[in-house]
Nanobody, 125 residues
Framework: QVQLLESGGGSVQAGGSLRLSCTAS?????????LAWFRQAPGKEREGVAA?????????YGASVKGRFTISLDKDKSTTGYLQMNSLKPEDSAMYYC????????????????WGQGTQVTVSS
């Protein structure tokens, strides 16, 4: 079992930046196979933001964040992942979650077995 903990959320003005972190802990303290970031705004479905294999190589960025967000991973330890968010927009406001899975690295939340509790990002205009 791995536990994930997100941090780095907060409130910023439009055009600002934030860097989210996702740290693995527990008996199996490494991020498995793939790190993904999802977000969910009130009244909306959880959507995939970005994902990356622990072995290297980006899988995808959501269309709405491509060119503004960057996903990365501490490859030496595979214990921490990041989501650098630049040029933030009010529509980026959501709870952001990191997730990992032994097999999947897709866009659907249902593919992932391990989740963090989320960190709130609020972007004001």
């Amino acid at each position: 079992q791995v536990q994930l903990l997100e941090s780095g959320g907060g409130s910023v003005q439009a055009g600002g930046s934030l860097r989210l972190s996702c740290t693995a802990s527990g008996y199996t303290y490494r991020i498995h196979n793939c790190l993904a970031w999802f977000r969910q705004a009130p009244g909306k479905e959880r959507e995939g933001v970005a994902a990356i294999y622990t072995g290297g190589g980006n899988i995808y960025y959501g269309a709405s964040v491509k060119g503004r967000f960057t996903i990365s991973l501490d490859k030496d330890k595979s214990t921490t992942g990041y989501l650098q968010m630049n040029s933030l927009k009010p529509e980026d406001s959501a709870m952001y979650y990191c997730a990992t899975d032994l097999i999947s690295c897709g866009r659907e939340p249902s593919e992932y077995d391990f989740w963090g509790q989320g960190t709130q990002v609020t972007v004001s205009s």
